[in-house]
Nanobody, 125 residues
Framework: QVQLVESGGGLVQAGDSLRLSCAASGSIISINAMGWFRQAPGKEREFVAVITWSVGITYYTDSVKGRFTISRDTAKNTVYLQMNSLKPEDTAVYYC??????????????????WGQGTQVTVSS
């Protein structure tokens, strides 16, 4: 079992930046990839970005490419999501997630093994 603790959410204006962090503990050896999903009010949870734990291969959903960067620090068991040029449509609860399986840009919530508690990101126009 992997436990995930997120931090870094908040209220910002359009064009601003935020960095989310997610610290993992527990059965780290079972992690093949860590990443982020988000869920806006009234919408389904959607994939944002993921990074493979050992090699560092990254995948992004199209709407954040060029603005968001995912990275990891294996010594700290932490993954980061640097979000630049934020838009009001980025407003959502952001969830950290892990999987022992393979991932790609089509990583679905049904294939997530562990979830964090979520952190709110609000972007005002």
């Amino acid at each position: 079992q992997v436990q995930l603790v997120e931090s870094g959410g908040g209220l910002v204006q359009a064009g601003d930046s935020l960095r989310l962090s997610c610290a993992a503990s527990g059965s780290i050896i079972s992690i093949n990839a860590m990443g982020w999903f988000r869920q806006a009010p009234g919408k389904e949870r959607e994939f944002v970005a993921v990074i493979t734990w050992s090699v560092g291969i990254t995948y992004y959903t199209d709407s954040v490419k060029g603005r968001f960067t995912i990275s990891r620090d294996t010594a700290k068991n932490t993954v980061y999501l640097q979000m630049n040029s934020l838009k009001p449509e980025d407003t959502a609860v952001y969830y950290c997630a892990t999987t022992p399986g393979r991932v790609g840009a089509n990583w679905a919530p049904s294939r997530v093994a562990s979830w964090g508690q979520g952190t709110q990101v609000t972007v005002s126009s």
